[in-house]
């Protein structure tokens, strides 16, 4: 079973409004989480990296917020643009390895002008 | 900026070809990874290597082997390729320092006829 859950799966929304998606995850005990964003035919790049102490961190229009005791995580995109149309994927490091990460299967956003 | 690249976007083989993947990256990071992402699934890691000629296996070495003769340099070989391993493939590097962010070559999608 994967220890990283994303939802939802995909969604649609149009240019300027809101949305949030949501992270669940199981690793315990965790280093830090970060969100990732994948443009079509590119590789991951880092948006934002929490650690366990750190509740919320901000990226421009893209702020993520985290509760470790209920182990979920969020990432809320403001304002959308068309550019943030990409997979969006949640990535939690383990304590005891550093290196060793389990990634969610990401939450594909397009954003429809 | 941190570079990874990859030697090839696409990639069409036969099923029994032997196969090369190269990854490169420019920023004299210690640690190279080797991940394949498949739709629905988190990336999942095939191998890792720490330092030139050393390797590790990840979640999913079978059918798969590396090569690291160079630390700039690590290559994921598929010795008799398989239908089965159709997929992206994302090649990663990152410090030796514990903590830092993966960087993300732009990936390989390998089809296997």
Known sequence: ?113 | DVKVTQSSRYLVKRTGEKVFLECVQDMDHENMFWYRQDPGLGLRLIYFSYDVKMKEKGDIPEGYSVSREKKERFSLILESASTNQTSMYLCASCPATGGHEQYFGPGTRLTVT
């Open chain 1, 1 to 113: 079973k994967n220890q990283v859950e994303q939802s939802p799966q995909s969604l649609i929304i149009l240019e300027g409004k809101n949305c949030t998606l949501q992270c669940n995850y199981t690793v315990s005990p965790f280093s830090n989480l970060r969100w990732y964003k994948q443009d079509t035919g590119r590789g991951p790049v880092s948006l934002t990296i929490m650690t366990f102490s750190e509740n919320t961190k901000s990226n421009g229009r893209y702020t993520a917020t985290l509760d470790a005791d209920t182990k979920q995580s969020s990432l809320h995109i403001t304002a959308s643009q068309l550019s943030d149309s990409a997979s969006y994927i949640c990535v939690v490091s383990h304590l005891s390895n550093d290196y060793k990460l389990s990634f969610g299967a990401g939450t594909t956003v397009t954003v429809r002008a």
